[in-house]
């Protein structure tokens, strides 16, 4: 209905880059998109768990021409800082 009546739209993102870059695609799909809200103002603390970092730019987020999301999860690093019990046993 906003798009009917002109109305931008700004979807909240909970947390996390997969979370981000999922949203991110599908606002870009969005013609009354405005932004994209997210929890934190500086995403570069995600850049630890992706194999690339988010491609931010002047406040500006960039998706990627990779298939997909285009990132994907560095499991490896994962692994390295879970939680006792919760997948690095």
Do not use: W
Request: aromatic content about 10%.
């Amino acid at each position: 209905m906003a798009e009917a009546y002109y109305i931008p739209v700004s979807p909240h993102d909970a947390s996390g880059p997969i979370n981000i870059m999922a949203g991110a695609h599908v606002s870009a799909t969005i013609p009354n998109f405005y932004k994209l809200e997210t929890m934190r103002y500086d995403l570069s603390g995600y850049n630890p768990l992706i194999d690339v970092p988010l491609d931010i730019r002047k406040g500006h987020l960039y998706l990627s021409e990779k298939p997909g999301l285009g990132i994907n999860l560095d499991e490896e690093f994962l692994r390295a800082h879970a939680v006792p019990g919760y997948g690095n046993d």
